[in-house]
């Protein structure tokens, strides 16, 4: 199990098994994100199992609206949303959090290490939309894709999130999953780069 050191406190990421059967439970749709949701992807189309990185962290998504149904299954835990910049504060239970809060970090207890990262998406009726650029939406039923494992982001939509600031991980995974996304994929991706970038060096690689 990966180790990470923070300035809040020890990452030990839950496996993603135990993070299925706590989110079996939520009754709204959630769904595994991150370099998880890029294994999982790469799993199901071939079979393998990436081996060039272990993962600091696991991200499960949710959609803001159903966000209290989220505290309310992890009533027992300590969670703690992400604020600018750079602070964490308690998230109690019944409590709305503010539209640019995004990011929660959850664990069994205050003084134990941080286990899952909860990622906030935004939505506008029956359309997500992207938090970084609200001119980048697509439905709701295309945003995640439920196959033999847990329910996971579309790796088109996860590689937009990598396309920031990519890391040496994030260029791996985009090498890993670009052979796996269809001809309409790459062109939602390209077109959402061009519209949050202007250009971006991966678009060169979508066309």
Request: aromatic share 8%; proline share 9%; with cysteine.
């Amino acid at each position: 199990m990966s180790r990470i050191e923070t300035p809040w406190g020890v990452w030990e990421a839950a496996p993603l098994s135990e993070a299925e059967k706590l989110f079996a439970g939520l009754r709204v749709p959630w769904w595994v994100a991150g370099g998880h949701a890029v294994e999982l992807a790469v799993r199901q189309a071939t079979g393998a199992v990436l081996d060039y990185r272990e993962h600091a962290d696991l991200d499960i998504g949710v959609l803001r609206r159903d966000h209290l149904a989220v505290r309310e299954l992890l009533a027992d835990w300590d969670c703690q949303v992400a604020e600018p910049p750079g602070t964490l504060r308690p998230w109690v239970r019944g409590e709305p959090l503010p539209d640019g809060a995004h990011d929660v970090w959850v664990r069994e207890h205050p003084e134990g290490p941080w286990r899952i990262q909860v990622m906030i998406e935004d939505s506008d009726g029956d359309e997500w939309v992207y938090r970084r650029d609200p001119r980048v939406r697509r439905p709701l039923g295309t945003l995640t894709i439920a196959d033999d494992g847990p329910p996971r982001l579309s790796p088109e939509v996860q590689l937009l999130y990598k396309a920031k600031c990519p890391r040496p991980k994030d260029e791996i995974d985009l090498a890993r999953v670009l052979p796996l996304l269809s001809v309409l994929q790459r062109r939602w991706l390209a077109r959402a780069l061009r519209t949050e970038h202007g250009s971006h060096p991966w678009c060169a690689l979508l066309d």
